[in-house]
C-alpha cells in the first residue's frame, strides 16, 4: 500500500510551519498586523497541510473560528502552524496556531488560533470520485486536546452551514446604488 493510500496519518504528517517578519505594508490602521493578511497566510498555510494529509486537491469551505489573541507589531514575526486535526469522508479541518516574536527581544506569544475546513476534489492526476481522505491520528498531548473537540466542532459546523445556506436564500443581490 503507498503512503498515499493509507486508511490513518499522524498530525505531524500534516504539520507546516511558515515564519515571516511584519512589514510596513502588512499594517492596519493601529499599526498591527491586519487580520485579512493574517487570514491569507493561514489559508495559504493549511492548503499544504490538507495535501499533505490528503494527498489531492482541496478547496477552502469555511473559516470556522478565528480568534485574534494578541495584535503583531510591525518589525515582529508571525510564525503559522497547522495541521490536519479532523477528517470526514472528504472534509478536512485544520488547526492553526499562530505565535508572534518581537524579533529584538525574543518574546514570544500566542497571537491567534483558528479551525478551517477544507473539502477533498477530484482532480486531473486523481479523477475518482469515490475515495475517503485518511483519518487522523494525534500524538502529543496537544494534539490529543485539539482532536478530542473535532466532533462537537463537526457537528456545529454543519448545523451553521444549514443555516447560512437557508439565509442566503433570503439575501439581496440588489445592489440599492447601481
Sequence with gaps: MSNEERTTKACRESRVIQTHRVFPT????????????????????ASISITRHSRRNAVTASMDRLDFLHPINENHSVC??????????????????????????????????????????????????DFTVPKVVPETEEEKMVTSGYE??????????????????????DVPWG
Design 80 to 129: 503559522v502552524e497547522t495541521y490536519v486535526s479532523g477528517t470526514g469522508r472528504k472534509s478536512m479541518e485544520v488547526f492553526a496556531k499562530i505565535i508572534g516574536e518581537d524579533l529584538v527581544s525574543g518574546d514570544r506569544y500566542l497571537a491567534a488560533t483558528c479551525f478551517m475546513t477544507f473539502v477533498a476534489v477530484p482532480s486531473l492526476e486523481k479523477p475518482e470520485k
Design 26 to 45: 502588512d499594517l492596519n490602521s493601529h499599526g498591527t498586523l491586519f487580520g485579512g493578511k493574517l487570514m491569507s497566510l493561514i489559508d495559504d498555510t
Design 152 to 173: 462537537e466542532r463537526r457537528k456545529r459546523g454543519l448545523q451553521e452551514l444549514a443555516f447560512h445556506e437557508q439565509f442566503s436564500k433570503t439575501v439581496s443581490l
